[in-house]
C-alpha cells in the first residue's frame, strides 16, 4: 500500500511511501522535511515544515488518521513542562505489523500547526536615555550589537527560531534606522528573511486617531492603542500573544515559554530568572507558590521592601549554592497573555499604562499568572555599562552567548562585503567584522566593526567600535587630509582604551582616548564625546582632532 506525503493538513503532495516494504523507517526534521530550525538560503529562511501524513487505514495505528510526527504534547507530571521528541520511529514488529517504538512523539516545537495562534509584540522602547548618546538619532533596539547586528534582531531571530511567524513591532522614539533596518531585513519577501502561508513583520507607529489624541504612554498603553488589531480578521486564529522587548540580550524558544503558558491554563505567563542582591533592586520582583503561581508581585524594590520579595528560589530547580547567590525571582520584561485575557484588562483599566508596574500586580491578585524560569544567559542592555559590557563580553572563548548557532542563528542585515583585511597586527580575544581593515595594530578585548578603517601603530583595549555606514575611497581620505580634515575611522598612532565609538566617527592621527582623570560622567557634544559610568563615547558622525588626548 503505497501512502502519501503531504504538506501539513494541506492537499499538497510532496512525496509517497510504501508501508509493506517498510522495515525500519527513522524520520528526522533535519534530514527528510526542510530543517527544525529556519535555514537561511540565498538570504531567505524557510520554515515550511512537511508532515508525513498516514490515512486512517495504515496498520498499526489504532485507525485514527495521525502523521508519524504527531502533534501531541508530552507532559512531564513532575515538572508540567512540554517534551518535545524532534524524530520518530517506526518498525516491523514480530507479527509483521507496522508500530511505533518509543514514546509518543511529537511535532518539534514552533511547528506551523502551533504558531498561527501565537503572535509577538515587540516593544520598541522609549526615548531610552539611559543610553545616551547611542541613542540620540536612533531608537533603543536599532543600537548595534556585536559588530555587525543592531538589537532588534535579537527577539527577531527568536522569534523566527521559534517558528513565529507573525510578528509586531511598536516604535515611537527616532524609529526611522529601525524601521529602514526591519524593512532591509525583515521584509519576507525578496531579499530579506521570508516565510509562507499567513506571517507577517509590521511595524506600528505610535500615532494620533479621533478617539486617541495621546501618543504611547507605556508599555500597555502601546498594546492597547492597537488592540483593535489583535481581533483583525488576519489574526482571527491567534490565541496567545508574546510580548517581547526590544532591548535584551539572551537566546530563548519562546515556544517553550507558550507551551507552559498553556500547559498550566495560564491567563498569564511571566519570564523570570533568578537574581542576586546587587541587580535586583532594578527589576520586577515576585513570590510563586509550589505550583509556579505567583502570589506576589513588586516592580523595583528598595530597602525593605526588597528584602521582603527574597525566596527559597530551589523552587525554580536551582541547587542550594546557587539559591543561596540568588535569592530573589526577577521579571525578565516578557509576557505571554491568552488575547482574551490581555484584552479585558487592557480594556477594564484604561488608567494603567505599565505592564511591570500596573498590569501584572493586579493580573496576580484575580487571574491565574503563572511564572517560567529561563536560567540562561540573559542581559538588560539598558545602561552604556551594561551595554558595554555585554559587547566585550562577546570577546571571551568561548562567550556566554554566541551570535552563531547552527540551531538558531542570530538574523540581521544582508550586506555585500569583503571579509575583514588584518596586515601585520596582534589581535587578542577580538571581533573583527566584514569590510573592516586593521594595519600595524595591536587589538586586545575589543570589537571592530563594519567597514571599520584602523591605521597603522594603532592600540585599542577594551574598547567597541561600531564601524561606518560607508566607505570612503584612498582618494577621499587624501583629500580631506590635504585639508587638515579627519577621515573615517582611527587615525595613525592613536591609543584607545575603554572606549565606545559610535558609528561614522572620524578619530584623528595621535590621539590618546584613555579617560586618564577617571571622570565618571561629563557631557562634551560640542567637543564630539560623552563620558558615561567611566566610559568615553564618542559620537555618531563626530570628530576627534589630531593629538586630542582626552
Not at 520554515?47 to 501524513?53: A, E, G
Not at 528598595?302 to 525554580?316: I, P, R
Request: proline residues 4%; aromatic residues 8%.
Amino acid at each position: 500500500m503505497t501512502h502519501r506525503i503531504r504538506y501539513g493538513n494541506t492537499n499538497t503532495l510532496i512525496g509517497s511511501f510504501c508501508v509493506e516494504s517498510l522495515q525500519t523507517c527513522r524520520c528526522s526534521w533535519d534530514r527528510i522535511v526542510c530543517c527544525s530550525q529556519p535555514t537561511m538560503s540565498m538570504g531567505h529562511a524557510s520554515t515550511h515544515r512537511p508532515r508525513l501524513v498516514l490515512p486512517s487505514s495504515a496498520s498499526g495505528f489504532a485507525g485514527a488518521r495521525q502523521s508519524l510526527l504527531m502533534k501531541k504534547r508530552v507532559v512531564s507530571e513532575k515538572s508540567k513542562t512540554q517534551r518535545v521528541c524532534a524524530s520518530a520511529e517506526v518498525v516491523r514488529n514480530d507479527k509483521g505489523e507496522i508500530v511505533q517504538k518509543g514514546s509518543p512523539l511529537v511535532m518539534p516545537e514552533g511547528g506551523r500547526n502551533q504558531t498561527n495562534s501565537v503572535l509577538a509584540v515587540i516593544l520598541g522602547g522609549g526615548a531610552g536615555t539611559r543610553l545616551y548618546p547611542l541613542t540620540k538619532n536612533r531608537a533603543k533596539p536599532a543600537v548595534p550589537i556585536g559588530g555587525a547586528y543592531r538589537l532588534i534582531d535579537v527577539p527577531m531571530s527568536n522569534c523566527i527560531n521559534s517558528g513565529m511567524s507573525k510578528i509586531y513591532i511598536l516604535t515611537q522614539f527616532n524609529s526611522t534606522s529601525l524601521n529602514r533596518h526591519l524593512a532591509k531585513t525583515y521584509n519576507f519577501g525578496a531579499g530579506g528573511v521570508r516565510f509562507g502561508g499567513e506571517g507577517f513583520v509590521e511595524v506600528l507607529a505610535a500615532t494620533q486617531t479621533p478617539t486617541d489624541k495621546e501618543w504611547f504612554q507605556g508599555t500597555a498603553d502601546a498594546v492597547r492603542q492597537y488592540s483593535w488589531l489583535f481581533e483583525d480578521i488576519k489574526n482571527r486564529s491567534v490565541e496567545d500573544i508574546v510580548i517581547l522587548s526590544g532591548d535584551h540580550l539572551y537566546r530563548m524558544d519562546y515556544m517553550r515559554f507558550v507551551d507552559h503558558h498553556r500547559a498550566t491554563n495560564a491567563d498569564v505567563t511571566i519570564g523570570c530568572l533568578p537574581m542576586d542582591d546587587e541587580r535586583a533592586s532594578d527589576f520586577g520582583l515576585m513570590k510563586i507558590d509550589d505550583q509556579g503561581r505567583i502570589i506576589e508581585f513588586a516592580e523595583k524594590p528598595k530597602g525593605d521592601a526588597l528584602k521582603a520579595m527574597a525566596v527559597d528560589t530551589t523552587v525554580l530547580g536551582l541547587d542550594d549554592k546557587a539559591a543561596a547567590m540568588n535569592p530573589y525571582i526577577a521579571s525578565m520584561g516578557i509576557y505571554v497573555f491568552k488575547k482574551s485575557a490581555m484584552l479585558e484588562l487592557l480594556r477594564q483599566h484604561p488608567e494603567m499604562n505599565d505592564f511591570g508596574g500596573e498590569i501584572i500586580p493586579l493580573a496576580a491578585a484575580d487571574y491565574n499568572v503563572q511564572a517560567f524560569l529561563f536560567n540562561d544567559y540573559w542581559e538588560d542592555i539598558g545602561t552604556i555599562k551594561s551595554f558595554f559590557h555585554a559587547n566585550l563580553a562577546l570577546t571571551a572563548n568561548p562567550p556566554k552567548f554566541e551570535f552563531h548557532n547552527p540551531e538558531g542563528p542570530i538574523y540581521t542585515s544582508p550586506r555585500f562585503l569583503p571579509p575583514a583585511k588584518v596586515i601585520q597586527s596582534e589581535l587578542t580575544d577580538a571581533i573583527v567584522s566584514h569590510g573592516a581593515m586593521v594595519k600595524n595594530s595591536k587589538i586586545n578585548h575589543s570589537i571592530i566593526g563594519l567597514r571599520s578603517r584602523v591605521g597603522v601603530d594603532t592600540t585599542i583595549e577594551d574598547t567597541m567600535i561600531m564601524g561606518a555606514d560607508y566607505y570612503e575611497s584612498d582618494e577621499q581620505r587624501k583629500l580631506l587630509e590635504s585639508q587638515g580634515k579627519v577621515p573615517i575611522g582611527i587615525g595613525a598612532g592613536t591609543t584607545l582604551k575603554n572606549v565606545i565609538v559610535d558609528k561614522n566617527a572620524r578619530i584623528g592621527k595621535n590621539c590618546t582616548i584613555v579617560n586618564r582623570e577617571n571622570v565618571q560622567e561629563a557631557s562634551k557634544e560640542e567637543d564630539g564625546y560623552y563620558i558615561r559610568d567611566g566610559i568615553v563615547v564618542v559620537l555618531r558622525n563626530g570628530t576627534i582632532p589630531d593629538n586630542t588626548i582626552i
